[in-house]
């Protein structure tokens, strides 16, 4: 459901977009057979030309790594692990987000005119709620895998297998979809009886009820469950490497400053980027809504994009830092995934790529 309440915001640049007129004072309208059209914002061709190509390149950019993602797990027999899966699930939802939300958006962007009717209008924020939803839950997932793989390794086997994780994979997406259908149905503000209200616009007003309710559920509870996850882990992988350094105490210095450094480096930058870029395109979208009052069109159209831009983030985080992956995409940019039993190679063990 995220991405709705921003949707507001972007009214009130609907008297900048009146003030548009063309060189000879003419107004533009979306619809200029009808008396209630929106009034239509004025571009240059250049304009529109560099955000075509722009948003055409982040939307295959998007599809592209995610698509490599897919491939990778799909493919490769020896990357079927319930972390992996979780991973899958998350590229798929992102894969989506830049296949169909990301230039359906854009569109509405640039043109400044919705020109698919009041039912794509709503089918649009239903889907573009479920894959960010599903995107924020499959984060939720790796988060608590990670936390049972490191502070509970005993347990994990027994605690973390492959048909769990499917269930709780197919939850997340069911969850999502009734959360984002429901809300939509119940706790939009209905366009038709909205007395500024024009032909050729696709907001969406949430009641307050349901905002204070999604800003809990999208933010505050993912958020403080994340973090919390996290520092957990990394507590953890720092007590491991204090005992691990311990039982070294007859070995060189230098081998056990090595050891620390590695290891404790190596926690701290995966886990702070995975922290940090979630705050950044999270957090910034949450504090506009509570400030919507004197946000601008334009802000918020930028933070909502960094809502879209995250789904381009994750495969380079949670993906592009796994050895493994590296060695799959050179499998799949070589075409050696054609190759007979190429789904059974072991790209586990090139540890150097």
């Known amino acids: 459901m995220r991405g709705w309440q921003g949707e507001q915001n972007k009214l009130k640049g609907g008297d900048s977009l009146m003030a548009n007129e063309t060189e000879d004072h003419e107004t533009q309208y979306c619809f200029p057979a009808i008396n209630s059209s929106c009034i239509k914002g004025k571009r240059s061709s250049h304009e529109y030309n560099i955000m075509y190509v722009f948003f055409s390149l982040l939307s295959a950019w998007t599809v ?63 889907i573009m709620g479920l894959l960010l939803s599903t995107s ?79 800003l809990f559920i999208s933010l505050l509870f993912p958020c ?15 007590q491991q490497v204090k005992v691990i350094n311990s039982l070294m105490k007859g070995a060189k210095c230098e081998m056990k400053g090595s ?45 909502t994009w960094c809502l879209y831009i995250n789904s381009c983030l994750n495969p380079l985080i949670y993906a592009l830092f796994y050895p493994w992956f590296r060695t799959s995409v050179k499998h799949i940019l070589t075409l050696q995934i054609f190759k007979p039993s190429s789904s059974l190679a072991n790209v586990l063990t090139d540890r150097h790529s």
């Open 224 to 238: 403080t469950l994340i973090i919390t996850l996290y520092l957990r882990i990394f507590y953890a992988v720092h």
């Open 136 to 214: 924020l839950s499959n984060l939720i997932l790796i988060a608590i895998d990670r936390y049972v793989a490191v502070c509970h390794p005993l347990l994990y086997p027994k605690k973390i297998t492959t048909t769990k994780t499917l269930m709780s994979i197919c939850l997340c997406w069911f969850c999502s979809s009734a959360y984002n259908s429901v809300g939509l149905s119940y706790g939009s503000g209905d366009m038709s009886h909205r007395s500024d209200a024009c032909y050729g616009e696709c907001p969406l007003v949430l009641n307050f009820a349901l905002g204070v309710t999604d």
């Open 64 to 126: 592209f790594l995610n698509l490599l993602v897919i491939i990778s797990i799909s493919h490769f027999k020896k990357l079927h692990t319930p972390t992996n899966l979780i991973i899958l699930s998350l590229a798929v939802a992102d894969l989506l987000i830049g296949l169909i939300v990301i230039p359906v958006d854009a569109i509405k962007l640039i043109e400044t005119c919705w020109n698919f009717g009041d039912t794509i209008c709503r089918l649009f924020f239903i």
């Open 259 to 303: 050891v620390r450094r590695k290891s404790e480096s190596k926690a701290a930058l995966t886990l702070g980027i995975i922290v940090t870029v979630y705050l950044l395109c999270w957090i910034p979208y949450y504090i506009l809504c509570m400030t919507e009052n004197s946000a601008s069109s334009a802000a918020s159209d930028f933070l």
